[in-house]
C-alpha cells in the first residue's frame, strides 16, 4: 500500500509559477511510474507528465517547455514545477504512483489561474 500526499498549490496570474511536489510513502523505486495528471471542471483527467522506469520523462504537447518533472528517490517525493502558466492550466493535479502493477492516487491539489 502507498499513500500519495500532493501539496503546493493554489492561484496564480498568466505567466506565474508554482511548484508541486508529492510525498509517497512509504517509498517508491526508480523502477517504479510517477506522473501528475489535472482534471478541470467538465473534462476528463489527463496526464500532464511521467517519469517511467529509467527516468525516461514524457510531457502532454500543451505543457512541454514549461513544466518539468523530477523525483528525489532518497525523499520519496516527486515534484512539477511550472512556469509560465496559462489560464487554462486551471485545474485539479493530482499525483500518480505505480508500484507492482497497482495504481495510487492522491487527493488532488488545485490550481488556479487567473488575472
Known amino acids: 500500500q502507498v499513500h500519495v500526499a500532493e501539496s503546493g498549490g493554489g492561484s496564480v496570474q498568466p505567466g506565474g509559477s508554482l511548484r508541486l511536489s508529492c510525498v509517497a510513502s512509504?517509498?517508491?523505486?526508480?523502477?517504479?511510474?510517477t506522473a501528475w495528471y489535472r482534471q478541470a471542471p467538465g473534462e476528463s483527467r489527463e496526464l500532464v507528465a511521467q517519469?517511467?522506469?529509467?527516468?525516461?520523462?514524457n510531457y502532454a504537447d500543451s505543457v512541454k517547455g514549461r513544466f518539468t518533472i523530477s523525483r528525489d528517490l532518497a525523499k520519496n517525493t516527486v515534484s512539477l514545477q511550472m512556469d509560465s502558466l496559462k489560464p487554462e492550466d486551471t485545474a485539479t493535479y493530482y499525483c500518480?504512483?505505480?508500484?507492482?502493477?497497482?495504481?495510487?492516487w492522491g487527493q488532488g491539489t488545485q490550481v488556479t489561474v487567473s488575472s
Open positions: 512509504p517509498v517508491f523505486f526508480s523502477r517504479d511510474t
Open positions: 500518480f504512483v505505480k508500484q507492482w502493477g497497482l495504481s495510487y
Open positions: 517519469i517511467m522506469s529509467g527516468g525516461v520523462t
